[in-house]
Structure formats: structure tokens, C-alpha cells
């Protein structure tokens, strides 16, 4: 047995999201169902994350373990041949067997975008969150940063199934900034890791202080240690990306 790492990249919109689901399309149950093809036999795919229905990757990792000895290089071109066109395996490589791509990541970065323009083009409404209304995108620049360092983010977290297991919801973001360039909004955040919906709800809650409904002290209150209120709201999916998950050296 022998255990491969891919990295990959997909357009998430036709897609329930990353993780397997019964009855439902998914990326995780799709890249699945072409290895099976290949190994004739089951093959269970780890991924660095779960990422929302509607939410897209420009650098997922996966890995798994099969028998089939094709050449890694080999396999990455046969699976893209049977894969849909909106998945794609740009990598592929032998790692060792107790590779985990979850839990041996050190940082993952993720890039929310925004369209400010009135019209959005047809072309860019599946990827973007159009948003042409009044805003301070200024004090939404400023506020960005206030997240970076180590805190326990329960208040943009949404609830999930592991919960019962009372893992801890602190986290440390590395860099967190908003950048404007025409009518394209961007923020980018990098962090060791990130809860289900946090990315989508810092960017909701950072929309609230463009609108003026909160500060960035407001925006400091929900970091604080048994903060009850939930941040958000949520925003929408189609405009996030996972850029990049990282691994030691």
C-alpha cells in the first residue's frame, strides 16, 4: 500500500461542498468514486478541510492510500481525465504513509472577494460576492487586522457536529488584511487552521463595520473569552477561495 499526495483545485459551485454526503454531489465523494475506478476497489480520500457548498479551491491537498502502482505523474493525468471538467489535480506525489493532509498542516490561507462595481459581468458572478452598496471600505481596512494573533473564535463559528467533543475553538491568525483595487475587494487571511464558516463569518462581520453597524472595538469584543454572541452575518460562499495550505518543510 502506498500513500499519495495531491493538490488540487476545483470550481465549487455544482458541488455540496468537499466532504462526502449521501444522495449529494461533493468534490471528496467525486475524486473518490475516479479513484475507485483506477484501484477497483474502495480508496477514502483526506482533505486538508471541508470547504462549503459553492465555495471554491485554488489549493486543496488531499491524500490516500491504494495498491495500483501507476506512476504518480501517471496518475495525476488519469485522473484528470476522468474527473469533471471543474476539478482538477495540478499535483501529485508518493509521501510518506502517515501523512494526514488535516493534521499535519501548519497554516492554510483563504481570499474572500468582493465586487463593488454596479454590474457584475455574468463571468464573475460565481466567483465573487457582489456587493455595489455604500460602504467605508477604509474602516473595514483598518478593522481587518485587529483578528491577527491567537484568540478563541467561538463567535464565528458555526455549530458543528464535533462540537461534542469540546475541541478547543482557539486559533492564531498570522496576517489578516483587506486590499482594494478598482472595484475589486479582496481580503486575505492565513491562520493554523479555521472553524466551519469562521473565513465567511469574519468577512459578514467586517461587512457590518463597512456599513457602520460596528466598530473595530466592536469587532475585538467577539474575540474575547466567552463571548455568547455570534459575529456574522454570514457571508455568501461563492466569494471564498482556499488559496493555500502549507506543511513543515
Not at 492510500?65 to 506512476?71: A, G, L
Request: charged share 20%.
Amino acid at each position: 500500500m502506498r500513500r499519495i499526495k495531491v493538490t488540487l483545485a476545483y470550481e465549487g459551485t455544482e458541488f455540496h461542498g468537499w466532504q462526502v454526503q449521501p444522495g449529494l454531489r461533493t468534490i471528496q465523494g467525486v475524486l473518490q468514486e475516479a479513484l475507485e475506478g483506477l484501484e477497483n476497489g474502495p480508496v477514502l480520500v483526506a482533505g486538508s478541510g471541508r470547504t462549503d457548498a459553492g465555495v471554491h479551491a485554488l489549493g486543496q491537498v488531499a491524500a490516500f492510500s491504494m495498491k495500483n502502482p501507476i506512476p504518480a505523474e501517471n496518475l495525476k493525468r488519469a485522473l484528470n481525465q476522468v474527473l469533471p471538467k471543474e476539478i482538477r489535480i495540478l499535483t501529485a506525489a508518493d509521501c510518506p504513509e502517515v501523512f494526514h493532509p488535516r493534521f499535519d498542516a501548519v497554516s492554510k490561507t483563504y481570499e474572500y472577494r468582493i465586487w463593488r462595481g454596479e454590474i457584475c459581468s455574468p463571468f464573475l458572478q460565481r466567483y465573487v460576492h457582489h456587493h455595489p452598496f455604500a460602504l467605508d471600505v477604509e474602516k473595514m481596512i483598518e478593522a481587518a487586522p485587529v483578528l491577527e494573533g491567537e484568540h478563541d473564535f467561538s463567535a464565528f463559528a458555526a455549530a458543528d457536529e464535533r462540537d461534542i467533543l469540546g475541541h478547543s475553538k482557539v486559533r492564531r491568525i498570522f496576517s489578516s488584511h483587506l486590499a482594494i483595487q478598482g472595484d475589486n475587494l479582496t481580503y486575505r487571511v492565513r491562520g493554523s487552521g479555521f472553524l466551519k464558516h469562521m473565513v465567511r463569518n469574519i468577512m459578514g462581520t467586517l461587512l457590518e463595520v463597512g456599513k457602520g453597524n460596528l466598530t473595530a472595538a466592536g469587532l475585538e469584543d467577539f474575540l474575547k473569552p466567552g463571548q455568547s454572541i455570534k459575529a456574522g452575518p454570514r457571508a455568501l460562499a461563492q466569494g471564498l477561495f482556499l488559496m493555500e495550505v502549507e506543511y513543515p518543510n
